[in-house]
């Protein structure tokens, strides 16, 4: 029989290991040591110590879930801004290029926000506001390349509003100086001066002075009050709910601030835009409905004075009641298996051996 090592002597093998950087061996051995003895004394410290191996030996998606599983056994350690802050760098060494997805990127910018919001005070709250930064400046970006392509096939409107939203949501990174100067390209060539030269004026200003916080808290604001453009019933003009002459409820007034008063102003005209073009849906579906009673009845007075024959439904025609009259159930399966199925053909001369 072979004695088994005790807690102390699988802690120190792997430990050992921990420290000549052979994390292969060092979470081997830990994991035998909470197998062997999950109440011992090391448990916290090696459970801590396998997820903080996976992350240095660049096994990120086995450093999250490890940083997760610990979260989850020991919900009150001292430990945890430790945790969340290696599990948003676990996401960020993952982040790809502003032009690739930036799902990751969303994820370590969230554990960056959890370990400011609950763990001010502890030593990594500034490496979190650091990385928050790094996540910004890369969501930022990213929308500034969309906004670019949008641009490029001439959807300028979906250019825009994507240049708004980093403006409002970005506007202490670097693209969203960026996004100003190209808000302003794209207005002129909506024809939209005023804004234009409004954009024109955030980003004079922008350039020189970076945004204050009072400015950023505002921003946030303008966002979370704008209200969606409500499809409108009918007989109603389309409008957004709660607007009054083109401009949304709960926006502040108009200031002297010319970054706010763009995303204001942008804002209102975007909700006037979206606001006409589904009233514009309206009346085309209303059109298309029109079209189609007239069609229905003009068939069927056509059928009742004799003039034309009564046909049985083909195709996807026989889900349409509007479009086919009615015919004997038993006699439309028939037909439809004979001439509509080609299977039935397939198997006339097809092979038993060939499957189906």
């Not at 109440?39 to 916290?44: G, I, R, S």
């Not at 502003?98 to 910018?109: E, G």
């Not at 100003?180 to 390209?185: C, D, H, R």
Request: hydrophobic residues 35%; negative net charge; aromatic residues 8%.
């Amino acid at each position: 029989m072979v004695k088994r090592p005790s807690a102390k002597e699988y802690f120190d093998t792997a430990e050992k290991a921990y420290q000549d950087e052979d994390y292969n061996i060092a979470t081997e051995n830990f994991r035998d040591l909470l197998d062997q003895y999950p109440l011992n004394p090391y448990a916290e410290e090696s459970q801590l110590k396998i997820a903080y191996a996976y992350y240095l030996d660049e096994e990120y998606s086995d450093g999250i879930a490890a940083f997760s599983d610990f979260e989850r056994a020991y919900p009150t350690s001292p430990h945890l801004p430790f945790v969340e802050y290696y599990r948003g760098m676990s996401y960020l060494e993952q982040m790809r290029s502003p032009d690739r997805d930036q799902a990751v990127t969303q994820n370590a910018y969230e554990h960056f926000q959890i370990v400011l919001e609950r763990y001010p005070d502890s030593s990594f709250g500034v490496l979190a506001e650091e990385k928050s930064r790094e996540c910004r400046e890369s969501l930022a970006a990213s929308i500034l390349g969309i906004s670019a392509q949008y641009r490029k096939i001439g959807h300028l409107f979906a250019a825009r509003v994507r240049l708004r939203s980093l403006v409002e949501q970005y506007p202490e990174t670097e693209a969203s100086t960026d996004a100003l100067a190209e808000l302003e390209e794209v207005l002129t060539r909506e024809g939209e001066a005023e804004l234009a030269a409004l954009a024109g004026e955030a980003h004079a200003f922008r350039a020189n002075t970076p945004p204050s916080a009072e400015q950023i808290r505002q921003l946030e604001h303008i966002g979370s009050v704008a209200e969606e453009v409500a499809l409108p019933e009918d007989g109603q003009e389309a409008v957004p709910p709660g607007a009054a002459n083109g401009s949304l409820a709960g926006l502040p007034e108009p200031s002297l601030d010319p970054l706010l008063l763009l995303v204001t102003e942008l804002r209102k005209d975007e909700a006037k835009i979206r606001a006409e073009a589904l009233e514009d849906r309206r009346k085309e579906l209303q059109l298309i409905e029109e079209a189609r009673e007239k069609y229905v009845k003009e068939a069927e007075e056509r059928r009742l004075a004799g003039l034309e024959e009564e046909k049985p439904a083909r195709g996807i025609r026989r889900f349409l009641p509007w479009a086919s009259g009615p015919t004997d159930p038993q006699e439309e399966e028939e037909d439809y298996e004979e001439e509509m199925d080609p299977m039935l053909r397939i198997r006339e001369w097809m092979p038993e051996w060939i499957p189906l």
